[in-house]
Nanobody, 120 residues
């Protein structure tokens, strides 16, 4: 069994910062890729940032230069540093990971989501 647990969401004023964390635990052999997605009310879930196994990163155009994704391999934890937050960043943020389990099965996992609200 594999679990992804997000933390770090909350209410912040425009221009402020937040750091999200996503900790993967359980029967993990290796993690191929991890990413952050978000879903605002009435909108489709969209990719925010992703970190591949070769340390390659990708970002949505709307967050480039403001958000930074990183990972602590020893802790199987991914972070999303969000700076210069805007009201349009308000959404539920989800962690996603492509994980090979100890039984050598590759699966896609999701966290439960954490709310980020940017408002004055």
């Amino acid at each position: 069994q594999v679990q992804l647990v997000e933390s770090g969401g909350g209410l912040v004023q425009p221009g402020g910062s937040l750091r999200l964390s996503c900790a993967a635990s359980g029967s993990i052999f290796s993690i191929y890729a991890m990413g952050w997605y978000r879903q605002a009310p009435g909108k489709q879930r969209e990719l925010v940032a992703a970190l591949m196994s070769a340390a390659e990163t990708t970002y949505a155009d709307s967050v480039k230069g403001r958000f930074t994704v990183s990972k602590d391999n020893a802790k199987n934890t991914m972070y999303l540093q969000m700076n210069s937050l805007k009201p349009e960043d308000t959404a539920v943020y989800y962690c996603n990971a492509q994980i090979t389990t100890m039984s050598r099965v590759i699966r896609d996992y999701w966290g439960q989501g954490t709310q980020v609200t940017v408002s004055s």
